[in-house]
């Protein structure tokens, strides 16, 4: 639909811009006036969340997974007793067989009335062990692709970016796939934008605290928004963001790994560097 400049104003100022912030005749949107978009969604939340239930943090790789699991650590839930430094990923089950699998579970329902686990790749494994599950309850985040892959370079096991990125898609086919089965069988899930969550901490801190049925204070409340960083290197939530030069350090470290595996030159690094 094509408009004249007079239209657009007029269509504009309704949405709250005044002539004084006009420039070169096409007023800006006030920001006030717009509505963020929610950093989350959460489906098949009826009834809240049960005193005994089991929370589940899957995701992409290197897409936001070790965040929200850091966000649970923050509220004092259970996540594993060997909960790997930076990815907040539970390494006991992680390298559990499907019956130790089922065993730890049953063992974690009992000495726990709410815990939690981070598995990124859950929906690849979980139909070995789901049953035994108590009420479980989903949290699953979604990032763009393209810098998902970039994680996934930077780090391993990928090379090359575009391939990365396909992995990334059929991951997420895979992804929505086991969230159509969760949803047709009513169970809560809440879907987060790691992006949305960057822009709006805020609102994706109250929402993971009720989706838990967490009575968040204040003191715990902020601590959790401060977490909500962009590029914090690691996940560990009793530890700040890293410096810019200790973020280049660890960085190197892994450019330089990824050189000395590959022969290739990968910001700055060359596999003879480190020969």
Not at 107 to 126: C, M, Q, S, T
Not at 132 to 157: K, M, S, W
Request: net charge neutral; charged share 30%; glycine share 8%.
């Amino acid at each position: 639909m094509r408009v004249t400049r007079d239209e657009f104003i007029s269509i504009a100022l309704k949405s709250g811009a005044t002539p004084a912030d006009q420039k070169d005749g096409f007023p800006p949107l006030r920001q006030r006036n717009c509505r963020m978009r929610p950093p989350v969604t959460i489906l098949n939340d009826t009834n809240g969340c049960p005193g005994r239930a089991t929370l589940v943090v899957f995701g992409h790789y290197r897409g936001g997974t070790s965040m929200m699991a850091g966000l649970l650590r923050i509220f004092g839930i259970f996540m594993g007793d060997r909960v790997e430094f930076g990815s907040n990923e539970d390494l006991t089950l992680r390298s559990a067989s499907a019956a130790e699998a089922v065993r730890i579970i049953l063992e974690r329902n009992r000495a726990h009335d709410l815990w939690g686990f981070k598995d990124p790749g859950v929906y690849d494994r979980i139909h070995e062990w789901y049953h035994a599950l108590r009420n479980p309850r989903f949290l699953c985040i979604f990032r763009d692709l393209l810098a998902c892959a970039h994680g996934e370079v930077l780090r391993g096991p990928f090379d090359d970016v575009f391939l990365a990125m396909r992995d990334k898609q059929e991951r997420q086919s895979r992804m929505m796939a086991f969230l159509q089965v969760l949803i047709e069988e009513k169970v809560p899930v809440l879907l987060a934008s790691y992006e949305r969550a960057l822009q709006s901490p805020g609102p994706l801190v109250d929402a993971v605290a009720r989706f838990i049925g967490f009575a968040i204070d204040e003191e715990t409340r902020e601590r959790a928004v401060r977490y909500v960083v962009p590029e914090r290197t690691h996940g560990e939530p009793s530890l700040p963001k890293l410096s810019d030069e200790e973020t280049r350090r660890i960085a190197n470290g892994w450019n330089a790994d990824l050189a000395r595996r590959t022969g290739c030159v990968v910001d700055g690094w060359r596999a003879e560097d480190d020969a």
